[in-house]
């Protein structure tokens, strides 16, 4: 899959450890995801903070 990515023209991030939490926001895209159950929690708060910049609270 990775490699279909890259060949696609994607920019594929891979990592040591593939399950150590990872949490990605593209800005350009509006595109928020991660690498799974494990990254929920992280997720969850990626998406407390972009919504409380846009709405201008404090996050």
Known sequence: MDEALKDAGYDVSLTLNPSAIR???DEEHLLLTGNGPQS?????DK???IVA????APA
């Open 23 to 25: 949490v990605i926001w």
């Open 53 to 56: 910049a846009r709405s201008g």
């Open 40 to 44: 929920v929690d992280a997720q969850a």
């Open 47 to 49: 998406l407390f903070q």
